[in-house]
């Protein structure tokens, strides 16, 4: 039987996404609960609201990473910004962290995944330190956060996390290689696997098709 713990060393194919990915993205974050939606944008955004986060993603500055499920819906999703009026070179090296995932796909360790790629990502591109801004009450972030080892303050209703992250080395380099190599076949595979089942059942609809109108011949 596999607990939560063990599901954690699972592989989890990784995607980058880029701007091709926008309308899935959006219906990712509008698929969200009420609840969910407010701790990831830390207001009750709106339908309207989440549509102009999606359209104003750079995804040339920013970095974006998903995890699609055989039906190729975007079930988890993180997004890894640098501040796009960064004034000194300390405001280069830091990048926020932000993720979400569908009711559905809670309790993978998902959360987690996501958070490792972006600081393995992060490193490979010089970014020094990871930052965090996430409601209080959003627990799960937070405990990310903290588990990665970094330092949650809180004030109030909002807390901040702040990570240090080592340099980048041919191993991080490697690991960030083979992993996004790893996730592009795994979507291929999907993307087959889908078109061959839609294949499968038009063939049987067919089939059928021919086999009702035999049947009607013979009466």
């Known amino acids: 039987m ?3 713990d063990t599901a954690l060393f699972q592989w989890v194919p990784i995607r980058t996404l880029a701007p091709r990915h926008r309308e899935r993205a ?3 974050l509008l698929a969200l609960e009420p609840h969910d939606r407010y ?3 830390g207001f009750a955004a709106t339908d309207e609201q989440v549509r102009r986060y999606v359209d104003g993603l750079d995804f040339d500055r920013d970095e974006l990473f998903g995890i699609f499920n055989r039906n190729l819906v975007l079930i988890a999703m993180a997004h890894l910004a640098y501040s796009p ?3 000194s070179a300390e405001q280069r090296a830091t990048a926020e962290f932000g993720v979400s995932v569908l009711k ?3 309790g993978r360790g998902y959360g987690a995944r996501l958070f ?3 600081m393995l990502h992060g490193r490979n591109r010089g970014c020094t330190r990871l930052f965090i801004h996430a409601l209080s009450e959003n627990a799960a972030m937070l405990k990310i956060a903290a588990n990665a080892g970094a330092t949650v303050e809180r004030d109030g209703s909002e807390s901040a996390a702040w990570l240090k992250l080592p340099p980048d080395d041919l191993v991080s380099r490697v690991d960030e290689l083979v992993g996004q190599h790893a996730a ?3 979507f291929r595979f999907k993307v087959h696997a889908r078109r061959m089942g839609e294949l499968m059942g038009l063939v049987r609809d067919v089939g059928d098709h021919i086999g009702e109108k035999a049947r009607i011949a013979s009466e």
Do not use: I
Request: charged share 45%; aromatic share 4%; hydrophobic share 45%.
């Open 39 to 41: 701790l990831r944008f």
């Open 2 to 4: 596999k607990t939560a």
């Open 85 to 87: 009026d960064a004034k």
């Open 116 to 118: 490792d790629r972006a």
């Open 26 to 28: 959006a219906l990712h």
């Open 184 to 186: 592009e076949l795994d």
């Open 104 to 106: 559905q796909a809670r």
